[in-house]
């Protein structure tokens, strides 16, 4: 029984379990698995939190798989999170499998607030352990826009995302991701439970930074007390560093001392900035640093190379450091810079631990200052310098010594020493002389103290500071100031004289200079400048300027005055400073300028003058009747803004362009406006004509007048364009228009534009064409304008109808003149044209292409019959051409042939007396003619001459007619060459009054046409005999043979063709024809035939000489009248001077003797015989 009931009562007690643990399971699962369940558990939670507020506004899933809340806040002390939504997604189940598996957790604006607090040193710290007893797993972690704010420090991220783990040995992060714009940092790796947490953490991480991308690696080791450190920057340029960092954690404590933080970082890095930041200096590096220690003891040593271009490039610079610090400064073992620019070593100590100061050795060796200043100069500086100083309450304070900096500069010796100090805003200079070459400097006193500061500047040869410099400059002067605010009583005064001789650099030359400048410590000043030069060294370009200014800045008067060969310009004025602007009344000005004469300012301009910009009132320049009127004002921000009037100009300023037989009379009126600046820069002027009218004084002294009526002329600037509008109308003659559309940028290229110019009367233009006279006829142009400024493009019509005019040069008058040149299409011109000379016409026509201004090919082709080309006195005759002629830029072709069907050439007999001038004789007062220049075309010619059967030469004593044919050819390499003969037919030639006929006449040409080869024959009948001359030979080499049938001796020949008789039967006078002959023919016989001639004439002395050349050959016949009176009578040969001998001998050593002729003269000769 007893048994049944403990039976019964365990059974009882079982279902009762089995209920409870139901009901239980039951609850919970109700509570948990549940909305409502779960809702009703976070709210019991939220509610019974202690110092922890946490709301929602709404809440969704279940606390068994998931949970999603929006607007949640979780507030406490110091502490506040709120987030837009945060979700969740788990397995709560999971926790029966040994492990919570957490799917997702999704934030989106999550905020955390963290009000700094002061921790308590006294209370034991407890490091926390990273590790759970029961395994969770995060698949994956989002949070969009998320904010961290701690006091003034924040931090915002755009988006993290990870993936992690945690167990009993610590946490496994297999993925954290922290984004924000154009940055990134990915991050992998585990970190054990225990402290001091040993860690194994890759990253990698990438910036954008002045549009450049930064890329990184890293990878930490160790633990928190003792981390292993390498990282790698991969780009935009090489940085590795690697090595140790000790933390120096107080692990019971849990603080972190900064003092006792030791590094062993070794950092080697390879950098070109000219692929980072191209528009800064480029500077190049590569080369190794090491720091070690703590911040109580630290050194830094290494080496590395620097290459910087600033602005040209410098050498490579090896570079070692040896740096030891601590908190209260760094001593400078050593900094030494080694390169082709020579040698820097750096030696000392840097202090702050109570104020900033420093004392500083610098060693220079080897030094060439063209590195440093300008490549043109070369040298080598050696010498020490020793700095000290310090940054004080009372301001800095840092003495500089040169204890001597030696050496050569281009080749002259340099000296430098001295010191230089600024202390308490007093900057005082002790013995600073400088001396290179034979210019010299020195510097002694204070700027600020009570010593003046007083300068000496001798520079001798100022050839021998810089390549290029030349002249002389000398400058002395003292500076005395109190220091303080630039004000009276406390102005510096400043005594200062500079004076240059012969400064020239770069092409320009000062003269010389002089400048005398003194100020008192109350603003007084007066300053005399007196300046003379030219700028790019043109000497008829020279300038000279003065000014003198005397005053105070609240009160002066100025005078300045200038000159540049006719343009002169004078000013004076007064002004003062008010209020940051310089006030200004100019009551005198006149400029004068060359062609548009001198101009006065009239009632003078008032002016304002600042940082800002300038204003110039209403005033007016007068010169007799004309007036320009106007203002002007200019502002840094929006440009200029100015009008001006012009009344009553004169025309007559165009009269340097016009023709010197015309001119040009009335005014020019107009209105000018310019506002803006830049872009934003718009205009207009408007000119227009009163009275113009235009005068022309032909060569027949006929005056011809056209008066220009309705002449204006509009241009306008707006939007970056400009447009240009004009017409004239010519009385009772025609009138013109232009239009014209021009583009100011780059971006706006299209231009349009046309002239239209129509003229029933062509005469009053004949000024302008100075080869030809008494020119008439009509013209139609009309020329559009169109395409880009890059390729613009022409189309229209030039037409010219009824020409006539008078060639005076040729004595032709052409007539029934038309030529049109008319568009065909985009890039050709047709050339179409006929005139009528004599009783021919001349035809033209041809093509013009072209596709670019220095891409353009031309064709024309002439062709004619009988046209008239010559009619002068001496030379008439018409031709007969077929030619085409090509030209290019850098060609020009003729070919073709020219028909001359008749001709008659009368040349002008050259007197007796003339003879040719040598081509290396110098005529003194001559202008000697300008070289000829190479013509920029090549010229190809080939062209035939076909002379006819009417060709008539008279000239040099020669009648006849000429034929035959050349050719004549040149090439840029050869000049003109001709080949083929012309030949002489039924001529005659007339010498010393004898007519002989030209049997035969030839000249060849085979080369230059000024040298052809001559073969002549000529003769005449004596009786039965036949005599005559041959000539053979090329100009300035010709000879000369005589014949005869039957054979006579050569003397008989001459004297036969000369005279026409023998030479028994010649004169005296003959004779001396005879003899002038000879020596002029230059036949070979001469002497022979003197000889004769002497004895047929019975004289004692017959004598042809040219000693002085051609020029001066001369005949002599000399006779003795006694024993003792000599008498000769001199003939020069090719002019009609002549002179007469007399000489007497008193004895065998003395003699008289008396010459007249184109001078007088008597002479007394005596004679000694050295033995």
């Not at 720091?291 to 003891?297: C, E, I, Q």
């Not at 008066?707 to 970056?720: F, G």
């Not at 000829?932 to 035939?944: C, G, I, Q, Y």
Request: hydrophobic fraction near 40%.
């Amino acid at each position: 029984m007893k048994r049944r009931v403990i039976y019964r009562g365990a059974l009882l007690l079982s279902a009762f379990l089995v209920v409870f643990f139901s009901a239980l399971l039951t609850t919970g699962y109700l509570l948990l698995a549940t909305h409502t369940g779960s809702h009703w558990l976070l709210e019991k939670a939220a509610a019974s939190a202690t110092d922890t507020d946490i709301h929602w506004q709404a809440s969704h899933g279940t606390i068994l798989e998931g949970l999603t809340f929006q607007e949640l806040s979780i507030r406490r002390t110091d502490l506040l999170i709120t987030a837009t939504s945060a979700a969740g997604q788990w397995q709560l189940l999971g926790l029966l499998g040994g492990q919570l598996p957490i799917q997702t957790l999704e934030f989106t604006d999550l905020q955390i607030h963290v009000e700094p607090t002061t921790a308590n040193s006294a209370s034991a710290f407890v490091w926390p352990s990273l590790n759970t007893v029961m395994p969770v797993t995060l698949e994956r972690l989002t949070i969009d826009q998320f904010q961290y704010h701690s006091g003034p420090d924040s931090l915002t991220l755009e988006k993290i995302s990870a993936t992690a783990s945690i167990n009993l040995l610590g946490v496994e992060v297999r993925e954290l991701i922290l984004r924000q714009p154009g940055q990134q940092l990915a991050l992998q790796g585990t970190i054990k439970a225990k402290p001091p947490y040993r860690l194994n953490i890759a990253l990698q991480w990438h910036t954008e930074f002045q549009q450049n991308r930064f890329e990184g690696e890293a990878r930490l080791g160790g633990n928190l007390a003792t981390m292993t450190i390498e990282h790698q920057l991969v780009a935009p340029f090489s940085l590795s560093t690697s090595g140790t960092l000790v933390s120096g954690a107080d692990w019971d404590r849990g603080t972190l001392n900064p003092l006792a933080i030791a590094v062993d970082l070794v950092n080697d890095w390879t950098i070109d900035n000219r692929t980072v930041w191209p528009d800064l200096p480029a500077i190049s590096s590569r080369g190794q640093l090491r720091l070690t220690g703590s911040l109580d003891d630290y050194q830094l040593q290494g080496a590395f190379d620097l290459t910087a271009q600033l602005p040209s490039t410098l050498p490579t610079q090896q570079v070692a450091v040896d740096l030891r610090g601590d908190r209260q400064g760094l001593h400078l073992e050593h900094i030494d810079l080694h390169s082709e620019a020579g040698k820097l070593g750096i030696q000392g100590d840097v202090a702050w631990d109570t104020t900033p100061h420093w004392q500083l050795a610098v060693n220079l060796a080897e030094i060439d200052p063209g590195y440093l200043l300008d490549r043109t100069l070369s040298g080598e500086l050696a010498g020490m310098l020793t700095t000290t100083g310090s940054y004080t309450n009372q301001g800095l304070s840092v003495d500089a010594k040169i204890d001597q900096l030696t050496g050569t500069l281009n080749s002259y010796p340099v000296t430098l020493r001295g010191q230089l100090a600024v202390q308490q805003g007093v900057f005082s200079s002790r013995g600073f002389t400088a001396q290179i070459g034979d210019n010299h400097l020195r510097v002694s006193g204070e700027w600020g103290g009570q010593t003046p500061l007083n300068w000496q500047l001798t520079a001798n040869n100022l050839a021998e500071l810089y390549p290029g410099l030349s002249g002389k400059l000398v400058s002395r002067g003292k500076v005395s100031s109190p220091g303080g605010a630039l004000s009276p009583p406390h102005l510096p005064e400043i005594q200062g004289t500079v004076s240059a001789d012969k400064l020239a650099f770069d092409g320009h030359s000062v003269r010389s200079l002089n400048l005398r400048l003194n100020i008192d410590k109350e603003g007084l000043q007066h300053i005399d400048l007196a300046l003379s030069g030219s700028p790019a060294g043109d000497q008829q370009q020279e300038t000279d300027l003065q000014l003198q200014a005397s005053g105070r800045p609240e009160k002066h008067h100025y005078q300045l005055s200038a000159s540049q060969q006719e343009l002169t310009f004078t000013l004076q004025g007064s002004g003062h400073w008010q209020q940051g602007a310089w006030q200004t009344r100019i009551s005198d000005s006149e400029i004068g300028v060359p062609l548009v004469g001198n101009w006065q300012l009239d009632n003078g301009v008032e002016g304002r003058v600042s940082e800002h910009g300038a204003e110039f009132k209403e005033h007016c320049w007068k010169q007799l009747d004309g007036a320009v009127c106007g203002h002007l004002t200019w502002h840094q921000k929006t440009g200029i803004d100015t009008t001006a009037t012009l009344h009553h100009l004169p025309l007559q300023w165009l009269q340097p362009w016009l023709p010197g037989n015309s001119a040009l009379t009335g005014e020019i009126n107009g209105d000018l406006r310019l506002a803006g600046w830049g872009e934003t820069l718009v205009g207009q002027l408007t000119l227009s004509t009163a009275a113009a009218r235009f005068t022309v004084d032909d060569r027949a002294k006929k005056l011809r007048q056209v008066t220009l009526d309705n002449t204006d002329l509009d241009i306008r600037l707006a939007e970056q364009r400009l447009e240009l509008t004009g017409n004239t109308e010519f009385t009772d003659t025609g009138n013109a228009r232009i239009q014209l559309h021009w583009p100011l940028t780059e971006a706006d290229r299209a231009i349009g534009g046309s002239l239209h110019l129509q003229l029933d009367k062509l005469d009053w233009l004949n000024p302008f064409v100075t080869s030809v006279d008494e020119l008439q006829g009509r013209a139609d142009t009309l020329i559009r304008l169109a395409g880009t400024t890059d390729h613009p493009a022409l189309s229209g019509h030039v037409r010219l109808n009824g020409l006539s005019a008078y060639v005076p040069q040729l004595g032709i008058n052409l007539t029934n003149g038309d030529l049109r040149l008319e568009h065909r299409d985009r890039t050709s011109w047709q050339l179409d044209g006929t005139v009528d000379s004599g009783e021919g016409s001349l035809a033209m026509n041809g093509l013009l292409q072209v596709n670019r201004p220095d891409d353009w090919r031309g064709e024309l082709f002439l062709t004619g019959v009988g046209v008239k080309t010559v009619d002068l006195e001496t030379i008439k005759a018409s031709l007969s051409p077929t030619l085409k002629i090509v030209a290019t830029p850098e060609q020009l072709n003729i070919t073709g042939k020219i028909q001359v069907p008749e001709a008659e050439i009368a040349l002008r007999e050259m007197p007796a007396s003339a003879v040719t001038v040598s081509e290396d004789a110098l005529i003194v007062d001559q202008t000697r003619p300008d070289e000829e220049k190479p013509s920029p075309l090549n010229l190809l010619a080939d062209v035939t001459l076909e002379l006819g059967d009417n060709i008539q030469f008279s000239g040099f004593g020669i009648h006849g007619q000429i034929t035959g044919k050349l050719r004549l050819t040149e090439t840029p390499t050869q000049p003109v060459r001709a080949e083929g003969i012309l030949q002489i037919v039924n001529g005659v030639y007339r010498i010393y009054g004898q007519e002989l006929t030209i049997d035969s006449g030839r000249l060849v040409f085979q080369g230059a046409p000024e040298n052809p080869l001559i073969h002549a024959r000529a003769s005449r009948t004596v009786g039965d005999t036949l005599v005559g001359i041959q000539i053979d030979g090329v100009p300035g080499a010709l000879t000369s043979e005589l014949f005869s049938s039957p054979s006579l001796p050569q003397t008989d020949i001459l004297a036969m063709l000369i005279t026409g008789k023998s030479l028994a039967g010649t004169t005296q006078t003959e004779g001396s024809t005879l003899i002038n002959a000879a020596a002029s023919l230059g036949f070979s016989q001469s002497d022979a035939l003197t000889g004769q001639l002497q004895r047929q004439l019975g004289l004692d002395v017959l004598s042809v000489s040219s000693d002085g050349g051609i020029e001066e050959s001369a005949v002599t016949f000399g006779k003795y009248l006694t024993p003792r009176l000599y008498a000769s009578y001199i003939q020069n040969i090719l002019s009609p001077n002549a002179g007469l001998l007399l000489e007497y001998s008193v004895s065998k050593k003395f003699k008289i003797r008396a010459e007249s002729g184109a001078t007088q003269s008597m002479d007394i000769l005596w004679r000694i015989e050295r033995p």
